[in-house]
């Protein structure tokens, strides 16, 4: 994740051809793959091959939920991923052993309700290369993310995790500009906001999406 003039955009939970297409077309930055099975979006390691083949000048994001060395090793030959997300409850050096598994590097998802789940990013940001900042999953949530739950993107304003950082949770074409604006992000992740139904994404939302960022 580098530093860029534009707000950057991670389109994610891709499992189809014609979502990935759209969403290099449309000019998306990243493109994110869910191998993590209790996922509606979850891509199995050969769907993964096949849709980051399609990559164009986009960057990969392989998002995993607490892999092991041997998962990673798999995802690695799969696809070679650009970037590793981990979003599960990886500790610090676990966030540095995946960068031998990423092509650039790795980025650790955090769950934020409070500007103090913020602080939990000190102790990463000297081993990982980027930051997502989710809505705090519900405790009887079965995953991390991926949830459409909007949170106050306010707590981050002027807050400064040491690296680049996408904001997530619940960002919708309608309401992403305001997102923006609200959170001073330097990118922005969707998920369901881009979709029809759960795990099924729409390119016309796509589109929408990714011309909304750009109009900010």
Not at 101 to 123: H, I, M, P
Not at 138 to 159: C, I, M, T
Request: contains cysteine.
């Amino acid at each position: 994740m580098n530093a860029s003039s534009h707000t950057r955009i991670k389109i994610c939970g891709l499992n189809s051809i014609a979502a990935v297409d759209a969403a290099v077309a449309a000019g998306a930055d990243y493109l994110g793959f869910i191998h993590f099975p209790k996922s509606p979006r979850h891509v199995s390691l050969s769907e993964m091959h096949q849709l980051a083949a399609r990559k164009g000048d986009a960057k990969t994001v392989a998002v995993l939920v607490d892999p092991d060395e041997a998962l990673m090793g798999e995802v690695l030959r799969a696809m070679r991923p650009d970037y590793i997300q981990l979003h599960g409850g990886e500790s610090p050096m676990r966030c540095l052993d995946a960068r031998h598994y990423a092509e650039l590097g790795v980025w650790k998802a955090l769950g934020v309700s409070t500007a103090q789940d913020l602080e939990k990013a000190r102790a990463y940001e000297a081993y990982v290369d980027g930051f997502v900042f989710d809505a705090k999953p519900p405790k009887d949530a079965d995953r991390p993310g991926g949830l459409g739950q909007a949170w106050d993107y306010s707590l981050l304003k002027g807050f400064d995790p040491g690296q680049p950082w996408l904001l997530a949770g619940g960002l919708t074409i309608d309401t992403v500009a305001d997102a923006i604006t609200q959170s001073g992000a330097p990118g922005v992740d969707v998920v369901s906001g881009v979709e029809s139904a759960p795990g099924v994404k729409c390119v016309d939302k796509i589109n929408a999406f990714i011309t909304a960022v750009k109009a900010v």
